[in-house]
């Protein structure tokens, strides 16, 4: 799930958010903002909208240092998924009330990976699946296949030479 960190209060610092499966208990959020201080910059998810935010944080995320941060979050991506909640960035710690940029997180409609694992052949949540591995006959087949038509077209060439 990716949500859009718009800038406020004249800031200068937009950019986006990442939210990734982890567990059924915890996502990973990745925050890049265009315009990030040297100054470590509280971040947050809040109960809420940018336009109408809960004061009081739901979920602290690693602060933002040049534009950047990667926190592991004790929430599960159906939770974030039901939408209600925004990620907020804040000037710095001594002006924690100054809030530099802000993104809505949407509700989504699928929100686990999906049933029967977590997809794919390397088990990357969230991804197809992508089958067993027993596919090795079919493999062998169509190789068989493309060496026999291989040899009935060098035949016919060195019949007409």
């Known amino acids: 799930m990716t949500v859009k960190l718009a800038e406020q209060n004249n800031s200068g610092e937009y950019g986006g958010a990442r939210i990734t499966w982890v567990s059924e208990t915890q996502v990973r959020v990745e925050v890049t ?3 990030g201080s040297a100054t470590p910059q509280p971040a947050h ?4 909208t940018c336009a109408n935010l809960d004061p009081v944080p739901a979920f602290p995320l690693n602060n933002v240092v040049d534009g950047k941060s990667d926190t592991t979050v004790n929430v599960g991506m159906a939770e974030l998924a039901k939408g209600g909640y925004a990620i907020n960035l804040h000037k710095s710690a001594a002006e924690v009330s100054t809030y530099v940029s802000c993104g809505n997180i949407e509700p989504l409609a699928i929100i ?4 029967g694992g977590t997809g794919g052949q ?3 949540p969230g991804m197809p699946t992508t089958g067993n591995g027993d596919q090795i006959n079919l493999l062998l087949a169509l190789t068989l296949l493309a ?3 291989m040899g009935a077209g060098l ?3 060195r019949r007409r030479a």
């Open 33 to 35: 903002v265009v315009g």
């Open 45 to 48: 998810i809040h109960k809420g």
């Open 147 to 149: 060496l026999l038509t």
């Open 155 to 157: 035949t016919l060439v």
């Open 112 to 115: 686990a990976p999906p049933p």
């Open 122 to 124: 390397g088990g990357t």
